[in-house]
Nanobody, 122 residues
Framework: QVQLVESGGGLVQAGGSLRLSCAAS????????MGWFRQAPGKEREFVGY????????YYADSVKGRFTISRDNAKNTVYLQMNSPKPEDTAVYYC???????????????WGKGTLVTVSS
């Protein structure tokens, strides 16, 4: 069982930066790949990216590639989403999830957080 809590959301100006955190409880955190997803108002949930359980592999959606970076600290049971040069279209509720790289890439996960809102102003 893994419980996930996101934090770090808020208002950021376009072109700025913001870092989201996802803190996990449970001793099995390090055995899961971790993903970030987002859902904008009126839109379906969208895959942002994932990081493998060892942290040696990452994969990103084309819409954020080169701007967002996912990292993890297994000693702290935390995964991060560094958002650089955000755009207004990045405004959404951001969720972290635990699963396999296969499930995460298919917009699925075993465990989900409740999300944190990111608003990017122009």
């Amino acid at each position: 069982q893994v419980q996930l809590v996101e934090s770090g959301g808020g208002l950021v100006q376009a072109g700025g930066s913001l870092r989201l955190s996802c803190a996990a409880s449970g001793r099995t955190f390090s055995s899961y790949s971790m993903g970030w997803f987002r859902q904008a108002p009126g839109k379906e949930r969208e895959f942002v990216g994932y990081i493998s359980w060892r942290g040696d592999s990452t994969y990103y959606a084309d819409s954020v590639k080169g701007r967002f970076t996912i990292s993890r600290d297994n000693a702290k049971n935390t995964v991060y989403l560094q958002m650089n040069s955000p755009k207004p279209e990045d405004t959404a509720v951001y969720y972290c999830a635990a699963g396999t790289t296969r499930s995460l890439s298919r917009n699925m996960g075993d465990y989900w957080g409740k999300g944190t809102l990111v608003t990017v102003s122009s």
